[in-house]
């Protein structure tokens, strides 16, 4: 079976402003602090990339796979393509994910 790279891309940091304000404690910021917007990742082998946060690759990581197996998402547009999120609730992050043709 054919494995696909997949580059993972930070689409968007959001904010929560009423929950955040409501439920967090101590020194965290509004904003996840572990990535910044724009900066690409590239999953080989169905591996977390080196630097990439450990608890969205666990969020992420199922739709990693689908598209590193050659699967696509019907409810996406654009084949090879997913967009997946982190789903901490107080700082939730949006990724693109993307199958990477193999050469």
């Known amino acids: ?7 993972i891309t930070v689409l968007k940091r959001t904010k929560t402003n009423e929950i955040f304000d409501q439920y967090a404690v101590g020194e965290m910021t509004p904003q996840c602090d572990a990535v910044k917007e724009g900066v690409e990742y590239l999953s080989k082998g169905i591996q977390i990339p080196a630097g990439f946060c450990s608890w969205a690759w666990s969020d992420i990581q199922r739709d990693v796979t689908v598209l590193a197996l050659g699967g696509d998402f019907p409810w996406i547009k654009q084949k090879g393509v997913m967009i997946s999120a982190c789903t901490d609730g107080l700082r939730p992050v949006i990724y693109k994910l993307e199958r990477v043709p193999n050469k």
């Open 1 to 7: 079976m054919e494995i696909h790279d997949v580059k």
